[in-house]
């Protein structure tokens, strides 16, 4: 079946969303980036939070990121659906938004002091990641009914084909630059251990951006259903929609392919930086990546938009696996040229996420035209699948079982030898990648046929 006749997003009347207004563009930066520094915290900071203050164990970090990226999907998915159904998504944003920042604050109370104090007599640190765990999982429970659900599919409702890769573009930085915000603002704070006053600025700032929400957003009319709430859930899961969507599905299998290699490394990013390569001052040098990278994908979108995304697909891909696998030999001899591993760590690391984002950018913006217009909310959980879900299970697991392969370890305060991630994860990630190439040149197998760019 010929990729245009698809029906997508765009066979409806959206002529006059050919601009994207300056209000949307505004709505896109403001809850994008705050969002994207909420999942900061959640995808990198509880990691760091339990690796220094509960447990070395780099399993327990591995299962806080699997549950978390369960719950993440099937709330997307429960939700979206919901949002498709009641034809709304500002509610669930803006609600979602101010209760989002108050779990987030929550995590500043949870300490092995004071599970020892409520919980006398049980295994203080088994409890501790229980209970982190848990609260993890009720945060990225609302932060994914807010973000991923109700902002992903507002971003489909108020795009068009012709403007998405401008938007991805930018939407793609959304995340480094959380996390730059986080690392260049923020990081003290849980450098001097007082991570309760952490919690607390992000989680007012996250309360405050759905205060903001409710004056500056407003819904795009989408028509409400009728059909059965159960029969929209697994819409995204029938046969008959696999096949009618097809590439839609590869397209979705590619980015899936690509976040395993990422979730190899990055739960355990920070950690590597600071206890294996040394670097206590690591936020200057991520910093440095993150501010590049994110040139490199707003510049990268604007050269989709204009050239075609067939002729950055491979290019990109290709590039984050070389990025990928020059840290692991750098990592490799950081030890004997400490000055020229940090530059080319830089530059590398640099090649590899802007690389990674152009490559997300492109995908992305192909996925969004190809969705069917009366499912978006649906899909925008099935689109966690493959995004989140399957890569935030398998991936931190591929890194924890290569960490406790490797014996790398270093002695802590207590006179005790813990385990340290090694660059060995870089290569994991690397080889991941390499298989994306499979759908990658069956996406531009079928883009020559039809002589169409997606």
């Not at 203080?124 to 429970?141: A, H, K, N, Q, S």
């Not at 994914?144 to 401008?166: L, M």
């Not at 009618?244 to 950690?271: K, S």
């Amino acid at each position: 079946m010929a990729l245009n006749n698809v029906k997508t997003v765009n066979e409806k009347d959206y002529t006059y969303m050919n601009k994207i207004s300056p209000r949307n563009w505004l709505i896109f930066i403001v809850f994008g980036l705050i969002g994207q520094i909420a999942w900061t915290v959640e995808n990198m900071y509880l990691n760091l939070y339990i690796y220094k203050t509960v447990t070395y164990n780099p399993d327990a970090i591995a299962i806080m990121v699997a549950a978390s990226a369960v719950v993440a999907t099937l709330t997307t998915l429960t939700m979206g659906a919901l949002s498709d159904k009641v034809g709304k998504r500002k509610v669930f944003m803006s609600v979602g938004y101010i209760i989002w920042g108050i779990s987030i604050i929550a995590f500043g109370y949870i300490s092995k002091e004071t599970v020892a104090v409520i919980f006398p007599g049980s295994n203080v640190i088994v409890t501790t990641v229980i209970i982190i765990i848990l609260l993890d999982c009720l945060m990225t429970y609302i932060g994914s009914t807010a973000n991923d659900a109700a902002f992903q599919a507002w971003i489909t409702d108020v795009t068009t084909p012709a403007n998405r890769g401008r938007a991805e573009g930018l939407l793609a930085t959304m995340p480094l630059l959380g996390m730059l915000v986080v690392f260049g603002v923020l990081d003290s704070f849980t450098q001097q251990g007082n991570w309760k006053l952490f919690f607390w600025i992000i989680g007012l700032t996250v309360t405050a951006a759905g205060i903001i929400s409710i004056f500056l957003i407003k819904d795009r009319p989408i028509e409400r259903k009728d059909s059965h709430y159960i029969q929209d859930l697994i819409y995204g899961f029938r046969l008959s929609t696999i096949k009618n969507n097809m590439m839609l599905y590869i397209i979705f299998g590619t980015v899936c392919l690509l976040g395993i290699a990422q979730q190899v490394f990055l739960p355990y990013f920070i950690i590597y930086f600071e206890f294996f390569i040394g670097i206590a001052d690591y936020a200057i040098l991520l910093g440095i990546v993150l501010i590049l990278s994110s040139v490199i994908s707003i510049i990268g979108g604007q050269f989709v938009d204009r050239y075609g995304k067939k002729k950055f697909l491979l290019l990109s891909v290709l590039l984050y696996i070389l990025g990928m696998f020059t840290l692991f030999i750098l990592g490799r001899t950081s030890a004997d040229h400490m000055t020229l591993t940090y530059i080319f760590t830089i530059i590398f690391a640099v090649v590899m996420m802007g690389s990674y984002l152009v490559s997300m950018v492109i995908l992305n913006s192909m996925a969004r035209d190809l969705l069917p217009v009366a499912h978006i909310g649906v899909f925008s959980g099935i689109r966690m699948i493959f995004f989140i879900m399957i890569p935030m299970v398998i991936g931190p697991f591929i890194g924890s079982t290569i960490i406790k392969n490797s014996q790398f370890t270093y002695t802590d305060e207590f006179g005790i030898s813990q385990l340290v991630p090694t660059p060995e994860i870089y290569l994991g990630g690397a080889i991941i990648g390499l298989l994306a190439l499979i759908p990658i040149f069956l996406i531009l197998k079928r883009m020559n046929k039809d002589d169409e760019t997606i």
